[in-house]
């Protein structure tokens, strides 16, 4: 009887309190007027984002950029920016490329300071998430931009592809940036399959990519780069060319894969236009007069685009369409030359 008192002595009851309220109208009274961003429209000042790519894409390198953008306070992918110190954390690869990428990109250390970490990270990802925090607590400034590179290295997730444990571990992370007032960008692998979706190349759970404020992904087509990315505030950047200037490795938008195609399939119209334009010229030269089926027959390709371009020629003046019956024949007309204009 006594120990069963005992025993129920020590059970501690654990107390449960309501959550928080607050008012709705009050907070939009303090609403600023504009997202606070780190990088205009694309990063926000406090947030977290991801960058995935394949590897050998460019993830490290464009972290890099960024980093060094916002230590020198210069605008990146052409959006200004908030100048501050940056805390990198280089966990893979050698601190050699670190070392020459961060020349190329003119790090100057003459307004905010980039801090590198390049050790190897604790086998536990509680403590490596530990470990983070106590290394932004003993920098004398706040970083605004913290990179980890890769998340991977840092979280040890026994199983990435368990939605519990990337949640809670992005969880973590959002924490970490909303504590210290910072934005947090971590790198991860994508998937060796590429899928229709882009958002989920992530290797891993679907939680990566929705514990996130911004998604950033690069894709590589032949020696062509793409970036495109997915936000939860803000205006996302559809699949665009990502262009990179060998020397400074200094990064910038292109022109959309959209209208890219577009640009190819005009041009290759164009080619066959003129092609078609030549064979008719010569068609026409040869037999002097045509008629319509005669002409089709002396032209390869589409019979709707020769007649497409039978009727351009005709309205520039370059051929003459007569009647004949219900058919109808054509001839080449002679552009006069200087020599005989004069």
Not at 133 to 162: G, H, W
Not at 235 to 243: D, F, K, N, S, Y
Not at 275 to 300: F, G, H, Q
């Given at each position: 009887m006594n120990e069963a008192i005992s025993s129920q002595k020590e059970k501690v009851t654990k107390i449960v309190t309501p959550f928080e309220i607050h008012s709705g109208f009050e907070m939009t009274l303090s609403a600023p007027e504009n997202i606070p961003y780190l990088v205009n429209g694309l990063l926000l000042e406090v947030g977290v984002s991801m960058l995935t790519a394949k590897p050998k894409c460019g993830k490290s390198t464009f972290g890099r950029a960024l980093a060094v953008s916002i230590a020198e306070g210069r605008d990146f992918l052409g959006k200004p920016t908030l100048c501050g110190d940056v805390l990198y954390l280089n966990l893979e690869g050698p601190r050699g490329v670190l070392q020459q990428e961060f020349k190329k990109l003119g790090l100057s250390g003459?307004?905010?300071?980039?801090?590198?970490?390049?050790?190897?990270?604790?086998l536990s990802g509680e403590l490596g998430l530990q470990k983070l925090e106590k290394t932004i607590q003993s920098l004398?400034?706040?970083?605004?931009?913290?990179?980890?590179?890769?998340?991977?290295?840092?979280?040890?997730?026994?199983?990435?592809?368990?939605?519990?444990?990337?949640?809670l571990a992005i969880e973590e992370l959002e924490t970490i940036a909303k504590k210290y007032k910072l934005h947090l960008m971590f790198l991860t692998h994508?998937?060796?399959?590429?899928s229709d979706d882009i958002g989920d190349s992530a290797m891993g759970s679907t939680?990566?990519?929705?514990?996130?404020?911004?998604?950033i992904f690069l894709q590589k087509k032949g020696a062509k780069r793409i970036i495109s990315t997915e936000q939860r505030w803000g205006v996302g950047i559809e699949p665009t060319l990502l262009l990179q200037d060998s020397a400074?490795?200094?990064?910038?938008?292109g022109n959309t894969v959209e209208s890219e195609e577009d640009a190819?399939?005009?041009?290759?119209?164009?080619?066959?236009?003129?092609?078609?334009?030549?064979?008719?010229?010569?068609?026409l030269c040869l037999n002097t007069k045509l008629m319509r089926s005669e002409l089709l027959a002396a032209v390869t390709g589409?019979?709707?685009?020769i007649a497409e371009v039978i009727?351009?020629?005709?309205?520039?003046g370059q051929i003459a369409a007569e009647p004949i019956g219900r058919a109808m024949q054509y001839q080449w007309i002679e552009l006069p030359t200087e020599s005989k204009a004069a």
């Amino acid at each position: 009887m006594n120990e069963a008192i005992s025993s129920q002595k020590e059970k501690v009851t654990k107390i449960v309190t309501p959550f928080e309220i607050h008012s709705g109208f009050e907070m939009t009274l303090s609403a600023p007027e504009n997202i606070p961003y780190l990088v205009n429209g694309l990063l926000l000042e406090v947030g977290v984002s991801m960058l995935t790519a394949k590897p050998k894409c460019g993830k490290s390198t464009f972290g890099r950029a960024l980093a060094v953008s916002i230590a020198e306070g210069r605008d990146f992918l052409g959006k200004p920016t908030l100048c501050g110190d940056v805390l990198y954390l280089n966990l893979e690869g050698p601190r050699g490329v670190l070392q020459q990428e961060f020349k190329k990109l003119g790090l100057s250390g003459q307004r905010g300071a980039i801090h590198v970490v390049d050790e190897r990270p604790p086998l536990s990802g509680e403590l490596g998430l530990q470990k983070l925090e106590k290394t932004i607590q003993s920098l004398e400034k706040l970083p605004r931009l913290v990179i980890v590179d890769t998340a991977a290295k840092l979280l040890r997730l026994i199983d990435s592809y368990d939605p519990n444990q990337v949640g809670l571990a992005i969880e973590e992370l959002e924490t970490i940036a909303k504590k210290y007032k910072l934005h947090l960008m971590f790198l991860t692998h994508a998937k060796k399959k590429e899928s229709d979706d882009i958002g989920d190349s992530a290797m891993g759970s679907t939680s990566f990519r929705g514990g996130s404020d911004t998604n950033i992904f690069l894709q590589k087509k032949g020696a062509k780069r793409i970036i495109s990315t997915e936000q939860r505030w803000g205006v996302g950047i559809e699949p665009t060319l990502l262009l990179q200037d060998s020397a400074s490795l200094e990064l910038c938008l292109g022109n959309t894969v959209e209208s890219e195609e577009d640009a190819s399939i005009a041009a290759k119209s164009r080619r066959t236009k003129d092609r078609i334009r030549r064979e008719i010229v010569d068609a026409l030269c040869l037999n002097t007069k045509l008629m319509r089926s005669e002409l089709l027959a002396a032209v390869t390709g589409k019979t709707e685009t020769i007649a497409e371009v039978i009727e351009e020629m005709i309205a520039s003046g370059q051929i003459a369409a007569e009647p004949i019956g219900r058919a109808m024949q054509y001839q080449w007309i002679e552009l006069p030359t200087e020599s005989k204009a004069a």
